[in-house]
Every structure is written in structure tokens, then in C-alpha cells.
């Protein structure tokens, strides 16, 4: 049997002041014709990342609409997680592909899993790569198959995506985060639905916490609370480009010398790169004492997070590929400033000069992260606009709600 994770209690009209009570009747319209429904998430970590991040708060939503959730991790050991790692590079784009060997123990991994998989269900969820053969080697499982993509499949490697194929094909519905993810082969092997991701407003990471909190808990990271603050949350992670907010801060740094950026990356079980990278960032860093590079490790957790994206004056995510951006809706619902990367689902948060900036170099980022710096009354309407943003369209009842139609589908076909 596959290890379940345990997700703690939602409960939906906790949601509605939020998001209004017409999106919560919607929601439970729909439900009512779902109750018992055999729901299975599988993805391949339930720590660090986006995927568990979503579904944390997901699951336990859906069990409260009625429906049966439920979320299981796959198998995995360092010699599968290193070749999902590249999987997960070559799809975004990186030259390097996996060896004849990477893909054996792809494949090997995925007939185990699907072995261990429970039968019985009425749809099961695949996220992302790790898993996607699973449902090819035990198609009997479940009545309806769902792959879903957190990627940013934009410009894949073509090698890799041909030796993917056979293992996304043949599942019904698939959702990606935009349509320039799509890649032509699956546009007619099931349907097609572009569904973003969403944030949990009410969750540690994302609740109100009075500026007093959020400025006690940096204190204790060493942060000068009286100082301007920049901050990246992001794993360590070559895509997320934390040596270019180095680079950018610099910058920054020339003009407004007391600032201090912040580097706050978590490190993902199933990501065995993620140290290397890091320490090729603490390099780049060379001891400046304005810069704190924390993770995990360090007792960052979800309160952490939180009380540093609401107390930075500017929040960065320079990524050069990004699936969506999780850290930036969260980053934009406390109402902060925010500069992104012109990359992925990034766009889809950040209306440039609207709801926070567009940038596509380390001087840009610098350039904007001044500006805001020196007018925070510029800064507040950014981050106005960007709550309001996130509120109408990356909370998670929106995302439930798109599940819930999905499933209506599936049960009506
Ligand atoms: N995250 C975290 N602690 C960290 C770094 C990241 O909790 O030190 C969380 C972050 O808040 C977000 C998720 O990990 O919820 C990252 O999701 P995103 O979509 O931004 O990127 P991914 O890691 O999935 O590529």
C-alpha cells in the first residue's frame, strides 16, 4: 500500500467572507451530487514545493464537501528522485535527458508504485511526472484518471517529451496552469482544461499576522526590522534564480546601502539537487552579513514564510521558469510589493505596473526594487492591487470549485 498522508480539518464556509457566498453556494450545488465520491491524489512528495503545498489545503476541503479525499505518496529512493529531477529539468527546458538507465528506473518505479496502488476508486489524480506511469500499469485501479501539471512545459526538451509520452497519454482529462503548456500530442488524447492553482488564505502561512508578529519573528532570523527589507521564498533552485537576486540586491545595495535581502528557501525531499545549489549560493553571497540564506533547516516553516513576506518592503520571485508561482499570490495577499519574473504562470499574477512589476534581467529587478524603495506610497497601491488580484482568483475554493465541475463531468459521462 502507497503511505497516505495525514491533512488536517477544513471547513469550506470558514472561506466565505473571503470569497463571497455566492462562489460557496456554487460550490455546495455541486457537491451535493458528489457526496462519497472515491477521490486519490497522488503525487510524489507531501513536503516542500507547490504540489503538497495545494494540497494540504485541497484535500482536506473537498472531504468536507463531502467528497472521499484522499492523498497517497508514491514510492521513491534517491536513484528514482534523481531521475525525476531531470524529468522535471528537461521538461522545463534544460538540454540535459535522462540516460537509458534513468529511464529503467523511471519505469521501474512507476510498475511498483502502480502495484502498490489500492483499487477501488472512483478518480485518481497524478501529479506531475513522478507518477505518470503508474496509471498505464494499472488502468483497472480507478473508474477515471486525471493527470495534472505543475509544470511549465512551454519549451520541453523534445527527447524527454517523447520518451514521457506513452506515460501521459490515455488519461481523460488533463489540466495544465496555461494553455502554452499543452504539448500537441496531448491536445487529443483527452480534454484539455487550464485551471491555475490557488492559495489557502486562512492557512499559518497565509493568515493575517499584525505587523508587530511578522516583525518579532524576523527579528529572531537576524533581520533589522528598522532597515528596508527584500525577500525571495523560493526553493534552491537554478529555475528561481537566487544568485540573480543576489545580483540584483547588489545593485540595490549601491544606492540604498542599509537594505538586506532575505533568501528563503525550503529543501524538498524529492529534490537530491537542491544542496548543491545552495551552497553555490552561499557562495555567491561571500559573507555579506546583510544577506540571510535560511531554510527549512533553520526552523523556517510556514509562520516563518508568512511574517517575512509581510514585513520585506519588496518581494521578489526571479524566476526564469516558473509552472505558476505559488510564492507569488502569497506574496501578493499580504499586500506587499512584488516583482516577478516575465516567466510561466507569473503573468498571470502580476499585471506589470498594475498589481506588482514585470522584470526580465538582475538590473531590471534592481531598477524596480529601487523605485518602490523609494516610495512606498507606490508600494501600497502595488500590493492593493495585487490582494485584490489574488482574492478574485487564486484562493482555493475557486480551484474546488473547478474540481468540482470536473468531477460532475466525469460522473455525468
Ligand atoms: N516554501 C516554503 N518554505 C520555503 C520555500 C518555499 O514553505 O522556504 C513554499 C512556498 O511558500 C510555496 C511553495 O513552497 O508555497 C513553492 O511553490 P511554488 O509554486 O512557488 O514553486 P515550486 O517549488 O512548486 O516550484
Redesign the pocket.
Known sequence: MLQPVTVGHKTLSDYAHLVGRPLVEEINDLADKLKGLKVLHLSATAF????S?ILYTLVPLMRDVGIEAEWQIIIGREEFYNATKLIHNSMQGDAAALSDEQWEIFDRYNLINARELDGGWDVVIVHDPQPAGVRKNAPEKSAHWIWRC?IDLSTPNPETLGRLLPNITGYEEYLFHMDQYVPDALRDEGRINIIPPAIDPLAP?NMALSPEDAAYVCDQFGIDVERPLICQ???F?PWKDPNGVIDAYRIVKEQIPEVQLAL???M?TDDPEGWDFFNTTIEHAAGDPDIKIL??LNN?G?IE?NAFQAQSDVLI?KSTR???????S?GLWKGQPFIGGDVGGIPLQIEDERTGYLVNSAEQCAERSLQILKDPVLGKQLGRAGKEHVRTHFLTPRLLRDWLQIFTRLQNS
Do not use: M
Open positions: 516542500g514545493g507547490g504540489v503545498e505543475h502561512k521564498v523560493s526553493r533552485d528563503v528557501g525550503s524538498a531554510n527549512n523556517v510556514a514564510v520571485q516558473e509552472g505558476f508561482g505559488l510564492t507569488v502569497e
